[in-house]
């Protein structure tokens, strides 16, 4: 099957990569499985396999009648054609545990998406780009910290698992990929008030990355204090950049504001 360009489609070609992504998911016995972008199929049989049922939702039309074709007369496998950008993950229940190779072209949206139903999942095994990978697992003092770094380690514990290579793909990206374990929090990782609050501010911090903070977050300059010489907002100092901040100064700082009322 040709692969349709607007939809940014490379089909996974290697059984042996397929095969470590189904080892490392370790499905549980008798669970639901949801799988995105399911493209031909080749993560699919596997995890009819080794799980009690999955769903599959794909976009395109073509490769639904594929999947369709090859798996329709599995009663464990339920096929929708949906955008997983706008789809209510709501409808499918709890308990989930998700293993997808993720479209390149709208895996970072789909993540974020994913984060927002997080209850509604137990763990995600998820291929995409290494360099989003390497994003959203990223420290803080590393060049790809950045406001996906926060948000989803807010919510999520992640753990990069292994990297596969453009010839693993048919056609061949032009990029990388890395397999990644997502798995949701009970609670968010640090208290947070206010957490529109929290990325309005992140957003900020990270607008212009080589300034100080003192720059990015001039709209709460009201709140800035000169201590020692020292300009700083909850304490931290307004001399660093965001690159620099872990997640409990974010907090600290959006919670500081919120408490004065300063958001607006």
């Known amino acids: 099957m040709k692969r349709r360009r607007p939809l940014g489609q490379n089909f996974l070609s290697d059984p042996q990569v397929a095969e470590r992504i189904l080892d490392e998911a370790n ?37 639904c009648a594929v999947l369709q074709k090859k798996f329709g007369g599995n009663p464990r496998f339920t096929l929708i054609q949906a955008d997983a950008l706008k789809y209510d993950y709501s409808a499918l229940g709890s308990e989930l545990q998700v293993v997808s190779n993720l479209p390149y072209y709208v895996a970072t949206p789909i993540l974020k998406r994913l984060t927002v139903f997080r209850a509604r999942f137990k763990n995600m095994t998820l291929m995409l780009q290494k360099e989003v990978a390497e994003r959203v697992t990223a420290s803080p003092e590393s060049r790809d910290y950045g406001s ?24 061949p990206p032009k ?9 949701p929090l009970p609670a968010p990782r640090v208290e947070v008030v206010d ?20 720059n990015n977050l001039s709209m709460w300059k009201n709140l800035f204090q000169i201590e020692h010489d020292n300009m700083n907002i909850a ?12 997640l409990q100064e974010f907090a600290a700082i959006a919670n500081h504001i ?5 958001s607006s």
């Open 195 to 214: 957490e529109k609050l929290l990325f309005r501010l992140v957003h900020a911090a990270f607008f212009h990355k080589r300034k100080m903070l003192k």
């Open 258 to 262: 919120h408490a004065s009322h300063g």
């Open 175 to 183: 990029v990388d990929s890395t397999v990644i374990r997502v798995v």
């Open 27 to 63: 499905l549980d016995s008798g669970g639901r499985v949801l799988e995105i972008g399911p493209g031909q199929g080749q993560l699919t049989a596997g995890l009819l396999d080794r799980a009690d049922s999955v769903v599959a939702i794909e976009l395109d039309q073509k490769l």
């Open 235 to 246: 304490g931290i100092d307004l001399a660093r950049r965001g690159e620099s901040l872990s």
């Open 148 to 171: 996906l770094s926060v948000f989803l380690q807010l919510h999520c514990d992640l753990e990069k698992l292994f990297d596969v290579g453009k010839s693993c793909f048919s056609p």
